[in-house]
């Protein structure tokens, strides 16, 4: 399924899948990106809240404005609250809108991993609609639409104390959406692998798991295809591109650079012959790698950069892997 945009244009985001709950979701989603009631969306890690709030904000009036995101679970409490509330002097040396104030769709990861207080500043935004920024006095206006991303389901987060009072009043009210897990809906397994295939431009083709090499054919072999339906895939869709996208890797090593590539290789060769290996050294060579891929796709923006690695930037300029940019 490929969702045309309120310009008419052909968006290559999709959600792939027949089961009859995929099938459900996906018919409901205009009328929920017509909406800008705020949206709870439940599911396991990799089933793809993320990308379903993602076509939301698409299909939405506010679809051409960038999507803002703002991930509690890997973020310090300093790095949130900023992100949350924005800031201004002498907090900070200079004035930061909240998320929240941006005239867009702001997705909101995990706020059970935010502390009390922000959980119930979180909520009293939502609320009013309104929120002061630390350090300042007057209101500012929440102008996004925000959408919720859990892993549990809210009442559940609510009875083992990792959602506060407040915020669980608040969220209750809205609409709250499940994604199934994958290993519930086996029958989007093969399509799912498949749409994968198809955007890499290869195909996998071996007779046992353990030995499988890449073709450029047209078609999922019947090894690959029953290998893949009895996997229990516990990190869901995103478990399953890692796993094929390791195909490629395997084979064509595509994902490191040489360096990088014959650096592994040493190392499992060290670990296969039973001999010492520097596991700090090897990690720091693929990590600068990462870090400089992270930081050519966000264009140089290291805050997007150490976001996008799920590191605070603080500690990432702490650890000196940013510095290479300055060069």
Not at 202 to 226: C, G, M, V, W, Y
Request: proline share 6%; charged share 25%.
């Amino acid at each position: 399924m490929v969702l045309p945009s309120r310009t008419g244009t052909l968006d290559p985001i999709q959600i792939i899948g027949r089961s009859p709950s995929i099938v459900k979701l996906k018919q409901r989603i205009p009328s929920l990106a017509d909406s800008s009631a705020p949206l709870v969306i439940v599911g396991e890690t990799g089933t793809g809240k993320s990308l379903l709030a993602t076509l939301i904000h698409l299909q939405s009036p506010r679809g051409s404005a960038e999507l803002q995101t703002l991930n509690f679970s890997v973020l310090v409490e300093r790095d949130q609250r900023i992100a949350l509330l924005g800031g201004s002097s002498p907090d900070l040396p200079t004035t930061r809108r909240s998320l929240l104030e941006i005239p867009s769709t702001t997705v909101l990861k995990h706020p059970n991993f935010a502390s009390p207080y922000l959980q119930e500043k979180l909520a009293q935004a939502i609320a009013t609609k309104k929120l002061v920024r630390p350090g300042a006095k007057s209101l500012q206006l929440v102008l996004c639409r925000p959408i919720i991303t859990l892993r549990s389901p809210l009442s559940e987060l609510h009875r083992k104390g990792k959602i506060v009072a407040a915020l669980y009043g608040c969220l209750r009210k809205f609409e709250q959406l499940s994604i199934p897990p994958l290993r519930d809906r086996r029958e989007d397994i093969l399509l799912i692998a498949a749409h994968f295939f198809r955007r890499q431009h290869l195909i996998a083709d071996f007779d046992e798991p353990s030995n499988h090499t890449l073709s450029r054919n047209a078609r999922l072999q019947p090894a690959l295809k029953r290998f893949l339906l009895n996997k229990s895939w516990p990190e869901n869709v995103f478990g399953l591109k890692a796993y094929l996208g390791s195909l490629k890797v395997r084979n064509y090593k595509e994902l490191f650079e040489e360096r990088d590539t014959i650096e592994l290789t040493k190392v499992k060769q060290l670990i296969d012959e039973g001999r010492e290996s520097s596991l700090q050294k090897s990690l720091g060579l693929i990590e600068q790698y990462l870090v400089d891929l992270a930081l050519k796709k966000c264009d140089g923006n290291k805050t997007k950069a150490a976001a996008l690695l799920g590191l605070s930037e603080r500690s990432v300029r702490r650890s000196g892997l940013l510095t290479s940019l300055d060069h």
